[in-house]
Structure formats: C-alpha cells, structure tokens
C-alpha cells in the first residue's frame, strides 16, 4: 500500500479463536494502533475489535517500503510479541492453541490472510464503517443492542463525537478539507 491511501482490513485471530474475549488483549491493539497514530504512520478512522478478529479503516502517512514498515504488519507483528508474553506469564495453557510448530518453537496468532482493500469514496468508507460498528450487535455472543454501546469500536465516536480512546480522525472532516482544496 502507498502513502496516503485509506484502507480496510480484517485481521483474524488463528484458527478463529476468542483470544479476544479477555479484554487485556484488546487493550494491546488499542495501544499499538494509539503509537501507529502518534508516530505519524497512519491516521484511525474506524475501528471494531470483535472476539475473534480486528476491523480496521485507516489511512496510511508513511510507509518505506519494507513489509516489515507496513502498518498492518507492524501491528500483527507488535501485538503478538504482548499476547505471547502475557499468556507465557498468565495463561499458558491457552498458549498451546497457537502453536503451530513445535519443534521449530513456531507460535502464530494472526491469521495470514488480512490483505488491506483500498477504499477510495466517502460513501465506500461510511459503508464500511457502518458495516463494523453494527458487527457487535450481530454478534449474539457480545449481547450489544445499540453500536455506541460497544466499548472496543470507534462507534461511539462518532454517534457522540466522544474519543474515549483518544485515537479516531473523523473521516468526514478530512474528505471537506479535500473537497474544498479541488
């Protein structure tokens, strides 16, 4: 992906587990994607961590080149190392369902297929934001009736314009700000 290009992106956890359901771990994705923001390396317009996976709409500022540089690969990469060592120290028999190699010590908690999809209007974006802040209330498991109710999503933002995470651009205010410079 090049910079400036805002885009969508699912990633799973392996095998479609609930690593997720233990808010410790949502709260590694929420810290990471708060230094991606700060760092300048993307801006958050939406986001929606569900039990099993992470739905995110951002758009990329910076990027080298190096897979390694890209923001995706940097988060899944940068949230293992904490998920991996916070079950080693807390749960270590919920660490055996990660392994997926043992005798070359391999551990995997992102699935591979997260691939980003460009997303190039305003109303793909506000379709797309719609489409995860309504996740949870789908999601019978999470027992959600109202999207703003969800604590892990950037719904509530923008049904209140309050950011409890300090994290989300609003898109809305970014694409008036191009309009207005064409």
Request: proline fraction near 3%.
């Given at each position: 992906?090049?910079a400036?290009?805002?885009t969508?992106?699912?990633?799973?956890?392996?095998?479609?587990?609930?690593?997720?359901?233990n808010?410790?771990?949502?709260?590694?994705v929420i810290e990471?994607?708060?230094?991606?923001?700060?760092?300048?390396?993307v801006?958050?317009y939406?986001?929606?961590i569900?039990p099993?996976?992470?739905?995110?709409?951002w758009?990329?500022l910076?990027?080298?080149?190096?897979?390694?540089e890209?923001p995706?690969?940097?988060?899944?990469k940068?949230?293992?190392y904490?998920f991996?060592?916070?079950?080693?120290?807390?749960?270590?028999?919920?660490?055996d369902?990660?392994?997926?190699?043992r005798?070359?010590?391999?551990i995997?908690?992102w699935?591979?297929?997260?691939?980003?999809?460009?997303?190039?209007t305003?109303?793909?974006?506000?379709h797309?934001?719609?489409?995860?802040?309504?996740?949870p209330v789908?999601?019978?498991q999470?027992?959600?009736?109202?999207?703003e109710n969800?604590t892990?999503?950037?719904?509530?933002?923008?049904?209140t314009?309050?950011?409890?995470?300090?994290?989300?651009t609003?898109?809305?205010?970014?694409?008036a700000?191009?309009?207005e410079l064409?």
């Amino acid at each position: 992906m090049n910079a400036d290009t805002i885009t969508f992106f699912t990633l799973g956890i392996y095998k479609r587990q609930n690593l997720f359901s233990n808010d410790i771990y949502k709260s590694y994705v929420i810290e990471h994607l708060k230094l991606l923001e700060k760092t300048g390396m993307v801006k958050v317009y939406g986001f929606c961590i569900m039990p099993t996976h992470v739905n995110i709409i951002w758009k990329i500022l910076k990027q080298t080149g190096s897979k390694e540089e890209m923001p995706h690969v940097n988060l899944m990469k940068m949230t293992s190392y904490k998920f991996l060592v916070h079950l080693r120290e807390n749960h270590p028999s919920v660490l055996d369902r990660f392994w997926v190699d043992r005798f070359f010590q391999k551990i995997q908690f992102w699935q591979k297929s997260g691939v980003p999809q460009e997303v190039y209007t305003k109303e793909e974006l506000d379709h797309l934001l719609n489409y995860i802040h309504q996740e949870p209330v789908q999601e019978s498991q999470l027992d959600v009736t109202e999207a703003e109710n969800y604590t892990y999503s950037s719904a509530k933002y923008y049904q209140t314009g309050n950011d409890e995470w300090d994290l989300i651009t609003n898109y809305k205010a970014e694409f008036a700000i191009e309009k207005e410079l064409v």
